[in-house]
């Protein structure tokens, strides 16, 4: 497509309009294609790593500070987002692969969903660790996707994705993220009522208060 738009602006066979039409989709396409590579890039990165090393502290809710700003400059104004997050709940981890598993699934909830859904996004301590969770009520996710979401390049609403730039990668880097911090990802759809992402880091992963208050002092 970028290679036919170039031939037909230098033959100057264009109009004005259509210059500026064919500028606007140039640049839209390089946007994406620019968006493709990095993620590609981060997924090799996650793939390639050997074992990491669960001593680096994660300040999760910093993360999440800035994340909801974040989303709330994607959505503009169109979503009801609302963030749930336990302040001093820190984790150890790779800073780098859980916020790319994070960001992710935000971003996912605010591109994947139309305006005026309700995306809920807690960090909270449970039974088992601690729990990221993504939860929404738009229209749902059928069944027999749900099992693929995580393989590279599976996309349900093509067209949609085509729309935000989507490349279906995003999942598959959540994914190998988890696998490195011993969790994996869980889906579960009601369609039009809810669909959460979930998942849960083993409880030995917390960084305890103790530990927290220790390196304060």
Known sequence: MLQGYLEMMNDSVMSEPSRSKALHTMSEQTRRMDSLVKQLLTLSRIEAA???DLKEKVDVPVMLKLLQHEAATLSGGRHDIHFHTDPHLKVFGNDEQLRSAISNLVYNAV????????????WLRGKQGAIFRVCDNGPGIASEHIPRLTERFYRVDKARSRATGGSGLGLAIVK???????ARLDITSVPHKETCF???????LIVSSVMQENAVH
């Not at 591109?111 to 807690?122: E, K």
């Not at 190998?176 to 011993?182: D, E, R, T, Y």
């Open 50 to 52: 050997p074992a990491i």
């Open 111 to 122: 591109n994947h969903t139309p305006d005026g859904t309700r995306i809920d996004i807690s």
């Open 176 to 182: 190998h993220a988890l696998s490195h911090h011993n």
């Open 198 to 204: 979930t998942f849960t880091l083993p409880a030995r």
